[in-house]
């Protein structure tokens, strides 16, 4: 199992940046793919950035490209979101998801199995 907690959501301006970092514990970390995820009010939850489980290999949805910057720490349990020139459209809940048991270099954008519980970013104009 994975066990996360996401932190560092918070109010931010349009233009401005936020770290959002995601503690992970259990066994299968390190051999999981990590993911963050958004979900802002009245849309579907949608994939934001992967990277493999050894940190090689990256993958970004369209709209965050050149802003967003995933990364990991496989001896902290760590992965972390740096988000920069934040727009009001990126305001939502980001939740950070594992899928364990991948192999290097695969970055999947579906299958998740453990779950944060969330952190709040909400930008304003």
């Known amino acids: 199992q994975v066990q996360l907690r996401e932190s560092g959501g918070g109010l931010v301006q349009a233009g401005g940046s936020l770290k959002l970092s995601c503690a992970a514990s259990?066994?299968?970390?390190?051999?999981?793919?990590m993911a963050w995820f958004r979900q802002a009010p009245g849309k579907e939850r949608e994939i934001v950035a992967v990277?493999?489980?050894?940190?090689?290999?990256?993958r970004y949805t369209d709209s965050v490209k050149g802003r967003f910057a995933i990364s990991r720490d496989n001896a902290e349990g760590l992965v972390t979101l740096q988000m920069n020139k934040l727009e009001p459209e990126d305001t939502a809940v980001y939740y950070c998801?594992?899928?364990?048991?991948?192999?290097?270099?695969?970055?999947?954008?579906?299958?998740?199995?453990?779950w944060g519980p969330g952190t709040q970013v909400t930008v304003s104009t």
């Open positions: 998801a594992a899928r364990p048991r991948t192999v290097s270099g695969e970055i999947p954008t579906s299958g998740y199995e453990y």
């Open positions: 990277i493999s489980q050894g940190g090689t290999v990256r």
């Open positions: 259990g066994r299968t970390f390190i051999t999981s793919a």
